[in-house]
C-alpha cells in the first residue's frame, strides 16, 4: 500500500512541477526585420530561477548555442547584442538545464536596403496588422505589399494595413520599393484569440512561452463550432481545480505516510529487553 502512495505521490508532484515550471522571453524588439547596426537585449524571465534559463539561438551555422558562447554578452537574466549584423539572423528561444523550452521568435538583420517591419509575436485573431515597409531613411515611401509570393497591392503611404486579421492571413510577406530594393521575407503567424485581455502589444511585449495548463486548447478544425461562450470559463475552472487537487492529495498522502512512518519506527525502536527507544 505504502508503494502505490509513494508512486501516486511522485506522479502528483510530477505533474505539479511540470504544470508550473515556465518561462518567458521579453524582447525590446518593434520588429522581428532590421538593419544591420541595431542593438537588441533579449531576457528570459522565469517564475522558477533554479530551472536555469538561457537564451539560445539557432543561425545558418551555428545551432542551439547559448548566449555569451561566440555572440552576445550576459548580463544578468539579459541577453545583448549591441550590433547585430546578417549572421545574426536566426531563432531564438529560452530552454531551461531540464531542455524545457518557451515560444521562440524569428530575428532577421538585412544588409539590403529595404525592411519589412512586421511583430515579432504572433498576431492575434481579431487585431488589425499594420505592416510598414521601410528604408533606413524613410517609412512613408509608396511600397509593393506581398504574400506567399503573390502581390497584393501598393500602398502609397509604405504602410498596409490587414483589420481584423484571420487564421487565412498568416502567411509569408515581404514588400519592394521601386529604385531602392526588397524586404526579405517575413512569416507572420495569427493565433486563436485567448480567453483573458491581455495588455496591448508594446515595444516590450512578454511572451508566454509555454501554454499555461489552463489555456483551452486550440480548437479543433475538423470538430463543429463550440457555441457556448461558457465554455473557456468553465474548462479554466475545472483545469484549475484539476490542478489544485493533486496539491491537496499530495499533501494528504505525505501527512498519512509521515504517520505511518513515526508509528513504525516507535515499534522497531522498542528493544528486545522491552526498553524503549525513543528516534529524535
Ligand atoms: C534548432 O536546430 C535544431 C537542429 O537543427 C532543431 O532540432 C531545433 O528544433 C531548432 N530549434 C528551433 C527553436 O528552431
Ligand atoms: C516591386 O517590384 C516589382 C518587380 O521588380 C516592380 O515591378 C514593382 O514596380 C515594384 N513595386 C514598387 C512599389 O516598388
Redo the contacts with the bound molecule.
Sequence with gaps: MEDTSLLLLLFLTSLLSSTTNQASLTVSLSSSQMFEGQSVSLSCEEDDNSAGWTLRRNTSDETRTQCGDGWGKTAGSTCIIPFMVFWDTGVYWCESREGATSNSINIIVTGGAVILQSPVLPVTEGEDLTLTCKTKTSSNL???FYKDGSFIR?EPGGHMTIHHVSRSDEGLYKC???SVG?SPPSWISVTEKPTTTRPPMTTRSPMTTSRSPCTPPPPDTSAPPLTSDHFPLMFRLVCHLVVFCPFCISTFIMGSLYRHRTRGNTLNSTGADGTEYKAT
Design positions: 509608396p511600397a509593393g501598393t519592394n520599393i521601386s526588397e
